[in-house]
């Protein structure tokens, strides 16, 4: 059995860490600076920053291993690249890179003041150079002491220039490599952006999610157009690997990047070029400043001079919904423009919000252009849904009929099922070398099947449901689950062409590891594997119980019951029967669900004994100092499993060291790609049709880390909306997945030669989990945006200053969460069309339809589960109401019903 620690012990931690050749010129000393809350070194040959500490003693940069970061072609914050071109010639951009063959810099005395440090850069810049570039490091004490570096571009042509790119690389700590997990955690930075032009920053979080964090912005009209991955040499530490993703760049232009590798896609921003007169310089630049903590960023945002835009309740904006827009910067606002995409209300005060209301006719991408009377332009990045319920709707179809295998001669027995599917072919993937993805196994090869039956948990539909039982008799168990055992196997489809006939295409790779036999495949050991037919069996379970008109071929207690035994089998006895068994795994927030509903049920042996189970993992995880282990080096998928049962078991030290871990990877920006999108960068290797590393957005970590974001704000509404905003946002995310059919893509390419979604379905099931399992409206307050909804909108009604009245915009429509009472409500079946809360009375009403959508099955009765901080909601009951289920029955055979939630 490998344990958490070890597997979290990083791939490359055997390589040797050796100097590199000091082309950078570390041995010729630093500068050293110091003031307010930062200190630092420059390098002093080629005046670049060698250390940017806070005052916690934290160095955002990788310092301890500069001298094997020198030779040329690695890249330092400092560095400067660009492209560029005699000015109205078009043609050829000539590309120029300060890290490409270093020669010491220049140092120059400056007049201005606060100057740290200053320099010619002639010297390590190609000889026939029409411009001159001088850099230099400055002390800024406006509002917020800041160090700052500006680059100054000087034009020695006797004609213009035009610069096509421009680009300000930020290399921070995000090295693993060679690290074991304690040091990682307490060395490692992770930088996320927000691509805004003059609104844009970069917020840099230490890797627990406490202390202080870096804010870069920009200096003076210094735009962020685009985020730009940064080709290196793979160097001592193996760039672009699972353990050092690498660095990227703040690209201030990008034209010649757009007319070149980009011509392909659609940029964040519209591309632009700078053109410099004969004699003419130009100065751009970037801030560096320390936020108090995560929590603060934004305030530190606001002290720069820097726009800053916050979206409620973010920038994934079902059709049917509206959102609020506040704008907050020293310069009065002179436009905002959409495109058409959304009618924009203005606010009714000074300081209030923009009201956004998407146009009939919009979906996907949608961009918000802010410019303010002092000339700065910002922009704010929405992406347009279908509503909620009608995303569900077409997801289900189409998983169900494009995505629905049925060939019953198949031999490796995977009919019928819900395959993986290449968009790019509209065709089902019956193979791949990557054997799981066509095998129905691991996150790449079931995230059609996964997704699909939690679809039924929240929108059961007879012809979709009838498909997933079908599926889940002759395939789960029989194919997945072998000869009668609770074992899962890692694939059903295997490559071994004298086992069996079938046409293998000849033009893949057979011969990599990942191209299994049948006896590799058929291995029951890896416990990550067991969590989707687990949850299949339970949303089964949820929609024989709620929907008994329902024919099935079994019945709730057979499907309750599989997932019970499935679960034991690996997860019992300390994990006997699973390799990584002992680590927290994607998507078992189900498995909590799943004993709520043993003891909902009455099945208390089985409820005791998955306690039994989880209590052991939970009280080991106490022990760790780091208990997120996993397959790979560093993840961030074991926090969500880690969260929920140590605080499930009350063990708070380790819960909240979760919680800290999930918010420093999990950013909130202005940006629907960024925003709530949990940190992943190498699973387009395993479950993608284009395998690279490449950071991800909207991975299927995004819906499962919002679980403990959004149970922490349940936990403790009062002054939390910052991790109320992550959460919500991140439980969205894979909405925008989704495409106008139903097709829902394992993740989005987030490198600007791409900037699309990936062709397979591959495994974004986990994901779509983490949304049935969270979406819900929450009504909140807080003291600087005042009372706000998320998921839902504040319609008419209410009769009263002290009453809200909302209808739900969420995409399930089956949970509520009322902050000031504390007060969870959940319905078992139908849907939640309207939530009213007194807050003279401190009571809730709800309507509750018999169903979420025309053709999803009417329930004809549901239970009302109610709860609070810590347990039951004492104190709260159901009007009229009687007990079933450990919650409240209420009648739906009329179509709706009005629920009374009462102090008791």
């Known amino acids: 059995m490998i344990t958490p620690v070890q597997t979290i012990v990083l791939l490359f931690a055997s390589a040797a860490i050796t100097h590199a050749q000091d082309n950078l010129g570390i041995k010729n000393g630093s500068i050293p600076f110091r003031f307010g809350n930062l200190r630092g070194q420059i390098v002093r040959a080629s005046q670049t920053l060698a250390s940017l500490n806070s005052t916690s003693d934290f160095d955002f940069l990788p310092y301890d291993l500069l001298p094997s970061l020198t030779a040329n072609g690695i890249h330092h914050i400092g560095d400067v690249t660009f492209r560029y071109r005699n000015a109205g010639a078009g043609g050829t951009w000539t590309s120029v890179d300060s890290a490409t063959a270093r020669k010491s810099v220049t140092a120059t005395n400056s007049s201005i003041e606060n100057v740290i440090a200053a320099a010619d850069l002639t010297a390590t810049l190609p000889s026939n150079l029409p411009l001159k570039i001088t850099r230099e490091w400055l002390h800024i004490n406006e509002n917020v002491e800041s160090l700052a570096v500006r680059v100054n571009i000087t034009n020695t042509a006797a004609s213009d220039i035009e610069i096509g790119s421009l680009g300000l690389p930020i290399s921070i700590n995000n090295i693993f490599t060679g690290r074991i997990a304690e040091k990682t955690q307490q060395l490692c930075s992770l930088a996320d952006p927000y691509i805004g032009l003059d609104g844009g920053y970069v917020r840099v979080s230490h890797l627990l999610g406490t202390g202080n964090a870096l804010v870069i912005t920009p200096l003076n009209a210094t735009r962020f157009e685009a985020w730009r991955f940064l080709r290196e040499p793979a160097g001592n530490f193996g760039y672009q690997s699972q353990t050092f993703e690498g660095n990227y760049e703040w690209q201030v232009h990008t034209l010649a990047y757009a007319e070149n590798e980009w011509r392909g896609s659609q940029p964040w921003n519209t591309p632009s070029s700078k053109t410099l007169r004969p004699g003419e310089t130009y100065s751009v630049g970037l801030r560096f400043s320390v936020a108090e903590s995560l929590q603060k960023i934004e305030d530190t945002v606001v002290s720069t001079g820097t726009p800053l835009a916050v979206g409620i309740p973010g920038y994934v904006i079902p059709a049917d919904s509206s959102a609020r827009l506040y704008l907050n910067h020293t310069s009065a606002i002179e436009s905002l423009e959409s495109n058409g995409a959304f009618t924009i209300t203005p606010p009714a005060t000074p300081q209030g919000f923009y009201t956004l209301t998407p146009s009939p006719s919009t979906w996907g991408r949608a961009l918000i252009t802010v410019r303010y009377q002092d000339g700065k332009i910002q922009t704010v990045h929405y992406y347009i849904t279908k509503s909620g319920p009608a995303t569900l709707a077409d997801l289900g179809h189409f998983f169900t009929t494009s995505a629905y295998f049925n060939d019953s001669s198949d031999p490796f027995r995977r009919s019928?099922?819900?395959?993986?599917?290449?968009?790019?072919?509209?065709?089902?993937?019956?193979?791949?070398?990557?054997?799981?993805?066509?095998?129905?196994?691991?996150?790449?090869?079931?995230?059609?099947?996964?997704?699909?039956?939690?679809?039924?948990?929240?929108?059961?539909?007879?012809?979709?449901?009838?498909?997933?039982?079908?599926?889940?008799?002759?395939?789960?168990?029989?194919?997945?689950?072998?000869?009668?055992?609770?074992?899962?196997?890692?694939?059903?489809?295997?490559?071994?062409?004298?086992?069996?006939?079938?046409?293998?295409?000849?033009?893949?790779?057979?011969?990599?590891?990942?191209?299994?036999?049948?006896?590799?495949?058929?291995?029951?050991?890896?416990?990550?594997?067991?969590?989707?037919?687990?949850?299949?069996?339970?949303?089964?379970?949820?929609?024989?119980?709620?929907?008994?008109?329902?024919?099935?071929?079994?019945?709730?207690?057979?499907?309750?019951?599989?997932?019970?035994?499935?679960?034991?089998?690996?997860?019992?006895?300390?994990?006997?029967?699973?390799?990584?068994?002992?680590?927290?795994?994607?998507?078992?927030?189900?498995?909590?669900?799943?004993?709520?509903?043993?003891?909902?049920?009455?099945?208390?042996?089985?409820?005791?004994?998955?306690?039994?189970?989880?209590?052991?993992?939970?009280?080991?995880?106490?022990?760790?100092?780091?208990?997120?282990?996993?397959?790979?080096?560093?993840?961030?998928?074991?926090?969500?499993?880690?969260?929920?049962?140590?605080?499930?078991?009350?063990?708070?030290?380790?819960?909240?060291?979760?919680?800290?871990?999930?918010?420093?990877?999990?950013?909130?920006?202005?940006?629907?790609?960024?925003?709530?999108?949990?940190?992943?960068?190498?699973?387009?290797?395993?479950?993608?049709?284009?395998?690279?590393?490449?950071?991800?957005?909207?991975?299927?970590?995004?819906?499962?880390?919002?679980?403990?974001?959004?149970?922490?704000?349940?936990?403790?509404?009062?002054?939390?909306?910052y991790t109320l905003r992550v959460g919500f946002s991140a439980n969205t995310a894979p909405l925008t997945n989704i495409d106008q059919e139903g097709f829902a893509s394992a993740a989005f390419h987030s490198y600007p030669e791409l900037l699309r979604w990936d062709a397979y379905s591959g495994d974004y099931g986990p994901g779509f989990l983490g949304l049935a399992l969270g979406q819900g409206v929450y009504i909140a307050e807080d003291a600087r945006y005042g009372d706000v909804v998320f998921g839902g909108d504040v319609v008419e009604g209410g009769g009263s200053a002290s009453v809200v009245a909302v209808e739900p915009r969420d995409a399930v429509r089956r949970r509520a969460f009322v902050a000031a009472l504390g007060l969870k409500i959940e319905i078992s079946a139908g849907a939640l069309q309207r939530v009213v809360y007194d807050k003279q009375s401190q009571s809730v009403e709800l309507t509750v339809l018999d169903a979420v959508a025309s053709t999803a099955l009417k329930a004809k009765t549901a239970v009302v589960w109610l709860s609070r901080p810590g347990g039951d909601a004492i104190g709260y009951s159901v009007a009229n109401a009687e007990m079933q289920r450990g919650g409240w029955s209420v009648d739906l055979s009329e179509g709706s019903v009005a629920v009374n939630i009462v102090k008791s």
């Open 416 to 721: 019928p099922s819900i395959m993986t599917y290449d968009r790019s072919t509209n065709s089902i993937v019956s193979q791949d070398s990557r054997v799981w993805i066509a095998g129905l196994s691991d996150e790449g090869g079931t995230g059609a099947y996964l997704a699909t039956a939690m679809k039924q948990f929240a929108q059961p539909v007879a012809s979709e449901v009838s498909k997933v039982d079908d599926f889940v008799h002759d395939t789960v168990v029989g194919t997945l689950q072998r000869g009668g055992s609770f074992g899962v196997v890692a694939s059903s489809f295997f490559y071994e062409p004298g086992a069996v006939n079938f046409p293998y295409q000849t033009n893949f790779d057979w011969t990599s590891w990942t191209s299994w036999n049948r006896e590799r495949a058929y291995t029951t050991r890896r416990a990550y594997n067991y969590i989707h037919p687990v949850a299949t069996y339970w949303a089964m379970y949820r929609v024989a119980r709620d929907h008994p008109d329902q024919p099935l071929r079994a019945s709730w207690e057979w499907y309750l019951g599989r997932a019970f035994n499935t679960t034991q089998y690996c997860l019992a006895n300390r994990a006997a029967n699973c390799d990584y068994g002992l680590v927290g795994l994607m998507g078992e927030w189900v498995l909590g669900e799943l004993l709520l509903d043993l003891k909902r049920e009455k099945m208390s042996p089985q409820a005791a004994a998955l306690e039994t189970s989880m209590r052991y993992r939970a009280e080991l995880w106490e022990t760790q100092a780091v208990p997120f282990g996993s397959e790979m080096a560093w993840d961030s998928t074991g926090q969500e499993g880690v969260y929920f049962w140590t605080r499930y078991f009350n063990l708070t030290r380790t819960a909240t060291k979760a919680l800290n871990s999930v918010l420093a990877y999990t950013p909130t920006v202005a940006h629907w790609g960024w925003n709530g999108n949990a940190r992943r960068y190498w699973d387009f290797w395993y479950g993608a049709k284009l395998s690279q590393l490449e950071r991800q957005i909207h991975h299927y970590g995004s819906g499962l880390n919002s679980l403990p974001l959004l149970h922490a704000y349940e936990d403790s509404p009062e002054g939390n909306l």
